[in-house]
């Protein structure tokens, strides 16, 4: 799991980061980014043993790792873009936001390693995308991690101040109940209206 970032230290990079997004399918909430800088110890690299993509562990295992990972790392990053940024520029361009917003709160980093099939626009540096990055290079699966449980306390929150749509539980995804809720509540401030269109009617 951490043979692209070797492969990149032999070439000559220190500071490499791991970048990945999660919640570009949702019909509510953020899209919310991480970029993490793993060191190469083994000690590091121990403790994170089997750290995947965030999709493939348990809540609890995400929290274990999202805590070990905030230990150990060297750097890491947090960008986030709302749901009414979403509508207005559109999931791909808020995906590369909340990307860049990432990677420009590290303190230095000299090569991107982004999960997925294209890079980084935004970045004018040395970068590779990796496509199932989160399960090939562990500096993208802990980003991943950081990612996921940062975006789930989100909506959590956001269940607190939207009550009826459950949003705690699905974490405004696609579910029925959340469709179902939809059709009775209508939109709340935290929706994507382009998303919702097909489950409410009236929306613009």
């Not at 709302?82 to 936001?97: E, F, H, K, M, W």
């Not at 040395?126 to 991690?145: E, F, H, N, T």
Request: glycine residues 8%; contains cysteine.
């Amino acid at each position: 799991m951490f043979g692209h970032e070797e492969a990149q230290q032999q070439q000559g990079y220190r500071y490499i980061a791991g970048v990945d997004e999660v919640g570009r399918g949702p019909l509510a909430g953020p899209v919310v980014a991480a970029a993490v800088i793993l060191p190469s110890t083994t000690e590091a690299q121990g403790v994170l043993q089997g750290l995947t993509d965030s999709k493939k562990l348990s809540p609890a295992r995400r929290d274990f790792f999202a805590k070990q990972i905030q230990i150990y790392a060297e750097d890491y990053s947090l960008g986030v873009v709302s749901a009414p940024v979403i509508d207005r520029i559109n999931i791909l361009q808020a995906t590369y936001v909340a990307m860049w917003r990432a990677v420009s709160g590290l303190h230095t980093a000299d090569f991107l390693l982004v999960d997925g099939n294209k890079t980084l626009p935004y970045w004018q540096g040395p970068q590779q995308a990796l496509v199932k990055g989160d399960s090939r290079s562990l500096s993208i699966a802990a980003a991943s991690v950081l990612a996921k449980v940062a975006r789930d306390r989100i909506m959590e929150a956001f269940d607190a101040h939207y009550p009826g749509y459950g949003l705690a539980k699905h974490k405004g995804y696609p579910t029925a109940l959340h469709r179902q809720q939809l059709s009775i509540l209508g939109l709340s401030p935290q929706h994507r209206r382009s998303f919702c269109r097909r489950f409410v009617s009236g929306v613009l």
